[in-house]
C-alpha cells in the first residue's frame, strides 16, 4: 500500500496565503518549525475555541478512536469518501464509538484548508471535511487554479465569506495552533503517515493507511477487548 510517508513541510512563503497566492506539495526538505518554537506562546483550545475538539459520536462511547489526517491526502480522501459513511452510520451513530478528528497537514494547501475548517463552528466541522475530501480533484489536485477560491466556494455552502475563508488561512496564530496538534501527534503516537488511526487514548490498537470497513470494524473490537 502506498501512503503519504512524513513529508516535511517548508515553512518559506508560508505567511503569504492570500486571495491569488500559489500553493505547492512540499517534498522532503525544511520542516516547519515546532509552533512552541516561533515567537509567543502557542495557542491551544484553553486559549482559542477555534482549537477545541472536534468530534463525532456520543462522549460516552465505549471506545474513542483518533484519526490523523491530511486534507490534501489522497489516502485520507479515499477513507472518507468509501469506508467514512459506514462508519458513521454503523458504529458511530449507534454509540459504538467516538471518533475526534486530529490534524495532521502534509503541505501548505492542507494547512491553510486544516484552518479554514477550524474557523467554522463545530457543528459544521464534519461536514465540511467531508465535502473537501469529496471534492479533493477540484481545489487540491487541479491545476492552474486558485485552491484557496476552490476551498472558499465550499465553505461558503457552510457560512463562511471569502474574506473569512482568507482570514482563516493566513492567521498566524491559527496556523501555529494546527500545526501543534500535528507536533502532539508525533511526540505522544508517533505519527508520521496520514490517515493513522489510534483506537483509545492508550495507542495499543492502531492502523496506519486507508483501511475497510471489515477491517476498521475488527480493530474496533480489538481495542474494546484491551480496554
Not at 8 to 15: E, N
Not at 131 to 157: C, N, P, S, T
Not at 191 to 210: D, E, H, L, S, Y
Request: aromatic share 8%.
Amino acid at each position: 500500500m502506498i501512503l503519504h510517508r512524513r513529508r516535511r513541510l517548508l515553512l518559506a512563503g508560508a505567511a503569504g496565503l492570500g486571495a491569488t497566492a500559489g500553493f505547492w506539495r512540499a517534498d522532503a526538505g525544511g520542516l516547519f518549525p515546532p509552533a512552541a518554537a516561533q515567537p509567543g506562546a502557542a495557542p491551544s483550545a484553553a486559549t482559542d475555541p477555534r482549537l477545541t475538539e472536534r468530534s463525532v459520536g456520543r462522549p460516552d462511547a465505549p471506545v474513542t478512536v483518533f484519526e490523523y489526517f491530511s486534507l490534501t491526502c489522497s489516502h485520507c480522501g479515499a477513507f472518507h469518501r468509501e469506508t467514512y459513511p459506514r462508519v458513521r452510520k454503523e458504529l458511530i451513530d449507534s454509540g459504538q464509538m467516538r471518533l475526534v478528528f486530529r490534524d495532521f497537514p502534509l503541505d501548505q494547501l492542507a494547512l491553510a484548508a486544516h484552518c479554514v475548517a477550524r474557523a467554522l463552528p463545530p457543528e459544521h466541522y464534519d461536514g465540511f471535511i467531508s465535502a473537501l475530501f469529496a471534492a479533493q480533484d477540484r481545489w487540491a489536485y487541479a491545476r492552474g487554479v486558485d485552491h484557496l477560491a476552490e476551498i472558499a466556494k465550499i465553505a461558503a455552502i457552510a457560512g463562511l465569506t471569502r474574506e473569512q475563508v482568507n482570514a482563516a488561512a493566513n492567521d498566524e496564530a491559527l496556523r501555529r495552533g494546527v500545526l501543534e496538534i500535528r507536533l502532539r501527534g508525533e511526540q505522544q503516537y508517533q505519527v508520521q503517515a496520514t490517515p493513522t488511526f489510534i483506537f483509545g487514548p492508550a495507542g495499543k490498537v492502531r492502523q496506519t493507511g486507508n483501511v475497510g470497513f471489515d477491517r476498521f470494524a475488527e480493530l474496533l473490537a480489538q481495542a474494546r477487548q484491551a480496554s
